[in-house]
C-alpha cells in the first residue's frame, strides 16, 4: 500500500467544495483505491470478474432447496447471458470469465465458458477431503493465472464469483474451522432451507468438522478439506490479486470464506480487500468480524455469483469520479469554514 | 399505485433464475417501481435532479461553519460543474435544473441557472417566519411546474437537491414542529460544527420553536414559518410528483425534511417516495421512522445537494435491467426448488 498517495488523496478530498468529510465512504473508497493503485487518480476500470462454477460432493446430503441439476443449467444460463450476473455484468462494463472448475458432469464445449475441470465436482466433506492436494495446487495456481492473464490486459479491479448447488454447506464448514466457531454459530438457510433444512444442514457441517478434526490446522490443509473448487480458485485469486498490488472486491458468503482463507494464509492479502456487502446469510457477520470487513451495502443479496460486488462498482466509479472531478475550494473561488 | 403491475413483477422475479428473494432490495426496488409507473418494464430514466439554492435568514445566528457568502459560490460552483452533485449528476447521466431560489445577493444572469427568487434569502426564523404567504405559494408552484415540466420531457424519476449554507438549522425547526419533537433531539453538526456549535444551534431551533408555537400548527404552515425557499420549492415538487405518478426519490436531511412536509400535507405522496441514503445527520433516523423510511444505502453521506440520491440511481438501474433481462427458469430451462 502507497501511503503516501493515500494521503495525497485525504488531503485532495479535504480541499474539494463540500464539508471535510462529507462524502463519508465515498471519500474512503477513493482514498484506499489511491493507496492500492499508487495513484492520485484512482479508477477501477476495467473490472475483472472471475466466476468459478463448480459441484460440491456434499450436495448428496440434501442440503440444498435445488437439485445438483441446476449447476450445470446455470453455468449455461450464464455464459448465454440470462443469469443476474450476466446482466448486471454487462451493465456495468465488467469483463466476466467463466470457469468450469469441475462440475458433476462434463459439459463438453460451451461457448464463453473456459473448460478448467478438477474433478466431477469436489468430494463430500462428509465423508472425505474435498479434494487432493494435487486438485488444490491446481485450483490455486488457477485463480493465479486468472488474475495475472486480467493484470496483463489492464485490470484495475479483481472480483471471484462462484455458483454451485450445495456451495454454502462447504463455505459454513470451512470458515467455522477457520474461526473456531460451531456449526450452529454459522450454518443459515442458504438458497432457503425452512429450519428443519438448516437443522440438517449444521449437522452435516458438524460430521464434515468432526471428520476432518484431526487432521493439521492449517488453513491450507482446512481448505484443501472442507473447501470447494470456487473457493480455492477464488483463494488463489486473492493471494495473486495481493501479490500484483491488485485491489479485490470481496463478494458475498461463499467468496468471504475464500477471503477468510487468503488472509490466514497470507496476512498481507487483507490490504487489498474491499467489501462489497453484508449477506442475509446469517454467519457472514461473524466472517466479516473476523476479517475486520465494514461492506458498503446492506441490501439482503443473499444470491453470490459475484452479484453484490457488482452493484458496488457503480460505487466506486462515482467514488473515483469524484476524486478526480470536483473543482476544489481554490479552484472554485469557494471560502472555506 | 398499480397494485397489479406490481404484483405481476413480484412473480416475475420469483420466475428468474435465482433463489426467490435473493436479490433482496435489488428485487424489492423493480416492483415499487413497477407498481407506480404501471408497467412490467420499470425504468428510472431519464431522472430529472432539481435543485434548489437558497440562503437562510438564521445562518445570521452563527449555525454554519461557512460564511453565507458560501451559497453564491457555490451555486455558481453547481453551475460551473466542479460541485460534487455536477459530477454526479453528469457520471450517471441525470439531467439536473438548478435554481436560484433566493440566495441573498442577486448573481445576475447565471449561465445553467434559472432565476427564480423569492427573496434575498428566507426570514430569520429566530425572529420572524421563513417567508410570507406569497413566497410560500409561489415556492410550492415553482416545484411544481418543474415537475410539471420534467414530466414534459419524459422523465421518470424526480430528485430533489438543495444548497445553502444554514440550511440544517430550518429543517431542524421543522422537523421538529412537524414531529412533535425537542430540539435536541433532532439537531446535530450539520457541516461540521463542534459541541459548543451544536448546543448554541440548538438554542436557535429551540428559540425558533418557541416563537412560532402560538401560531396555527399545520404543515403548510409550519413549513411557511419554519422551512426554507428550498424546503418549500421541494415540497411542492414532492406533492405534484405524487399527482402525475411520478417516483420519487428522497435526498438526504434537508430533503427529508421537505418529504415530511409533503407526507404530512399530503399522506398519499408517501406512496411515491423511495429514500436513498441514511444521512451522518443523527436527526435523520428520526425523520426515516416518521416516514417509515428505510432507505438503500449507509455511507456515512452529509452533504446534501443530492448527492445520496444520485448515488442510489445506478442500482436503480441495475435492479430495473435485472428486472428485465434475466432470463425465467422456463426459458433457461434450470430446474426449480
Redesign the interface.
Known amino acids: 500500500i502507497d501511503t503516501q498517495a493515500a494521503k495525497a488523496a485525504r488531503q485532495r478530498q479535504d480541499q474539494?467544495?463540500?464539508?471535510?468529510?462529507?462524502?463519508?465512504?465515498?471519500e474512503e473508497m477513493a482514498i484506499r483505491l489511491a493507496g492500492m493503485q499508487g495513484t492520485a487518480s484512482p479508477s477501477v476500470d476495467p473490472v475483472q470478474i472471475l466466476q468459478f462454477v463448480s459441484d460440491h460432493g456434499v450436495a448428496a446430503e440434501g442440503v440444498s432447496?435445488?437439485?445438483q441439476?441446476?449447476t450445470i443449467?446455470?453455468l449455461?444460463?450464464i455464459a448465454?447471458?440470462?443469469?443476474?450476473v450476466s446482466?448486471?455484468a454487462e451493465?456495468?462494463g465488467a469483463r466476466m470469465e467463466i470457469f468450469d472448475v469441475g462440475i458433476a458432469t462434463d459439459p463438453g464445449p460451451v461457448e464463453g465458458v473456459i473448460s478448467a475441470r478438477l474433478g466431477a465436482g469436489s468430494g463430500n466433506i462428509a465423508h472425505e477431503a474435498a479434494m487432493t492436494e494435487d486438485q488444490l495446487a491446481t485450483a490455486l495456481d488457477l485463480g493465479r493465472t486468472a488474475v495475472e492473464r486480467a493484470l496483463d490486459k489492464g485490470a484495475r479491479l479483481i472480483v471471484c464469483g462462484e455458483m454451485g448447488i450445495g456451495n454454502t454447506t462447504p463455505a459454513t464448514a470451512l470458515s467455522c474451522a477457520l474461526l473456531g466457531l460451531k456449526p450452529q454459530e454459522l450454518t443459515g438457510p442458504g438458497?432457503?432451507l425452512n429450519p428443519e433444512g438448516v437443522a440438517h444442514k449444521t449437522q452435516v457441517v458438524a460430521r464434515a468438522l468432526a471428520l476432518h478434526a484431526a487432521a493439521e490446522q492449517s488453513p491450507l490443509e482446512l481448505l484443501r478439506r472442507l473447501g470447494g473448487f470456487d473457493t480455492a480458485a477464488s483463494t488463489g485469486a486473492f493471494i495473486a490479486a495481493a501479490q500484483h498490488g491488485l485491489p479485490i472486491l470481496v463478494d458475498g458468503f461463499i467468496i468471504s470464506s475464500a477471503a477468510l482463507a487468503a488472509v490466514l494464509i497470507s496476512p498481507d492479502v487483507r490490504h487489498w480487500m474491499l467489501f462489497s456487502h453484508r449477506s442475509?446469510e446469517p454467519g457472514h457477520r461473524r466472517m466479516m468480524e473476523a476479517l475486520d470487513g465494514d461492506p458498503?451495502?446492506?441490501?439482503?443479496?443473499?444470491?453470490g455469483e459475484a452479484?453484490g460486488a457488482?452493484?458496488v462498482v457503480?460505487?466506486l466509479?462515482?467514488a473515483c469520479?469524484?476524486h478526480q472531478?470536483?473543482?476544489t475550494f481554490g479552484?472554485?473561488?469557494?471560502?472555506?469554514?
Open positions: 474539494l467544495t463540500k464539508p471535510q468529510g462529507s462524502l463519508g465512504r465515498l432447496c435445488f437439485p441439476e441446476v443449467q446455470m449455461h444460463n448465454r447471458g440470462g443469469a443476474a446482466v448486471m451493465a456495468i438458497t432457503g442475509a458498503y451495502l446492506d441490501l439482503g443479496l443473499r444470491l452479484t457488482a452493484a457503480p460505487l466509479r462515482l469520479t469524484i472531478k470536483m473543482a479552484e472554485a473561488g469557494v471560502s472555506e469554514a
